[in-house]
């Protein structure tokens, strides 16, 4: 069974760029499994910031941008700010309509 | 704007049935574009899909799930459900629903609040 992976955490300092990771444990990411990305604060609902690996949600800034990088989709942040620090978790899309998670990063802007 | 909204037992007991409903008000119910779906989180862990349902009542499943679960739309009510069978403690979680974009893109874009789910005796 293939799992989707991401780093448990990760920690930016203000002002700093940071690229969060999303993997499989078998196979390469690719556009084609449709890579979308949530932002999700303790108690609250995820928030929609990428779809379609790289196209931003209505609202979201432009710090926040989606890609490819190598065998994985990737989110990277320009400028991190305090309001950032959340935990971010990727979906991917594997085909006969499953859509998959990935375990969730917690990132700590400090 | 699109509003989904949970409702259900916050608490169910061991081996029974989870029975919850969304209802979906602001916005279209029956589109091409999307089916509405449901996820959850268990209490500090990460989130997992468990299905989503288009407004004819076709469905998919997390496979993982796909023997104990059972989603339905009334499209009158604008409201989708989910029935999963014999609840164990593994399965207290907050249960979410969303509105699950399926037009040539796959990805989450409007989420209700969530519902605490307690399995327990």
Redesign the interface.
């Given at each position: 069974q293939t799992v989707v992976t991401q780093e448990p955490s990760f920690s930016v300092s203000p002002g700093g760029t940071v690229t969060l990771t999303c993997g499989l444990t078998s196979g390469s990411v690719s556009t084609y499994y449709?890579p979308?990305w949530?932002q999700?604060t303790p108690g609250q609902?995820?928030?929609?910031l990428i779809?379609?690996t790289n196209?931003r949600?209505s609202g979201v800034p432009d710090r926040f941008s989606g890609s490819i990088l190598g065998n994985k989709a990737a989110l990277t942040i320009t400028g991190a700010q305090a309001v950032d620090e959340s935990d971010y978790?990727c979906?991917l899309?594997m085909g006969?309509?499953?859509?998959?998670?990935?375990?969730?990063t917690k990132l700590t802007v400090l | 704007q699109l509003q989904l909204q949970e409702s259900g037992p916050g608490l169910v007991k061991p081996s029974e049935t989870l029975s919850l409903t969304c209802t979906v008000s602001g916005g279209s119910f029956s589109s091409s574009s999307y089916y509405w779906g449901w996820?959850r989180q268990p209490p500090g862990k990460?989130?997992?899909?468990i299905g989503?349902i288009y407004y004819t009542g076709n469905t998919?499943y997390?496979?993982s799930l796909k023997s104990r679960l059972t989603m339905s739309v009334d499209t009158s009510k604008s409201q989708f459900s989910l029935s999963l069978t014999s609840m164990t403690a593994a399965d207290t979680a907050v249960y979410?629903c969303a509105r699950?974009?399926w037009s040539g893109?796959?990805?989450?874009?409007y989420?209700?609040?969530?519902a605490l789910v307690t399995v327990s005796s």
């Open positions: 449709y979308s949530y999700q609902a995820p928030r929609t779809y379609n196209t949600s978790y979906v899309y006969s309509g499953v859509s998959v998670f990935g375990g969730g | 996820v990460g989130l997992e899909w989503s998919y997390n496979p979410s699950h974009m893109y796959f990805f989450f874009d989420w209700g609040q969530g």
